[in-house]
């Protein structure tokens, strides 16, 4: 097995790296306890509506609060977990406390939506649609509370799977999404034909944007496209105002990004939302 490397560039834990090896075999074993004694939280992310600028949902991402390390992100951790075997346990521990914080959201009146990130093993587990269905009957919740964000390589490694268990997943309600769209290789023609609701444009197309033409063009054909297709579309690493403005012009349905708001711990997004009640309403009076 040879680990991929990620977006930055980081081989914290490469397998093929022997120097790494004693710290490779410390951090999985404290992975193991990681999971054993709730190490793993969640940030929330919020996805606005670019109509409206409302709040549509959240989108849950892992960080590992480790004891001597701090807060680590995927990037440093998620390699490993995938060749440990433990991605499995991982994805349950993810969507079960994001489901039970969606329970909490709406208890306090605040029913958001919220995506969970399934990785490409996924597809390998056929009772993932029975299981998950399960966890969201069990805490009362509709199933449209849940968005499951899917890559291209998820949905290509075996097709015919992808969309079986796709096809059953949305069948109990859950929305399904399309993460990173424009870095694989899925063709236009397939992704007609499969049961998805969104797509989440690549930060590597929305970065470019406010210094390049070609770059505002290409963004703005890809949300013709899914629209034609008649996919959403969301763009995710919303830096800046004017990124931001254009793709209101460009009819982008949400955004996601450090515009917006960072990932933050739960407490913190109930605080932001909060401020931002506050202030559209201040507005509103004016
Ligand atoms: P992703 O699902 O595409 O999530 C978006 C990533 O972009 C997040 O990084 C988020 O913090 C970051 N981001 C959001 N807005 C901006 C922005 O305006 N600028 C920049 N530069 N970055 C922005 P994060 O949290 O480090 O997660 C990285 C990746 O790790 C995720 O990419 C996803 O593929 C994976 N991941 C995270 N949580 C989970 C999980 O629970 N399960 C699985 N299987 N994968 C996860
Ligand atoms: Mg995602
Ligand atoms: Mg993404
Ligand atoms: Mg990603």
Redesign the pocket.
Known sequence: YKAKSTRSGHHVYHSDDDSHGDVRLRTLQELRSAIADDELVL?Y?PKVALATGNVQGV????RWNHPTRGLL???HF?ELVEEAGL?HA??QI?LSKALDQAVLWRAQGEPLTVA????AGSLVDRDLPDRIGAMITSRGLPASVLTL?VTEEFLLNDRERARDILTRLRALGIRIAV??FGTGYSSLAYLRDLPIDEL?LD?SFVFPMINDERAATLVSSAIALAHSLGLQMVA????NSVAYNDLVRFGCDSA????VS??VPAEELGAWLADRKVTTMVRGDS
Do not use: C, F, I, W
């Open positions: 940030h992310q989108e849950a991402l892992v992100l995927p990037e998620l991605m991982l994805t993810v969970v990130n399934l990785s964000e993460d990173d989440k930060q995710e690493g919303v830096e996601q990004g450090y515009l960072r990932p």
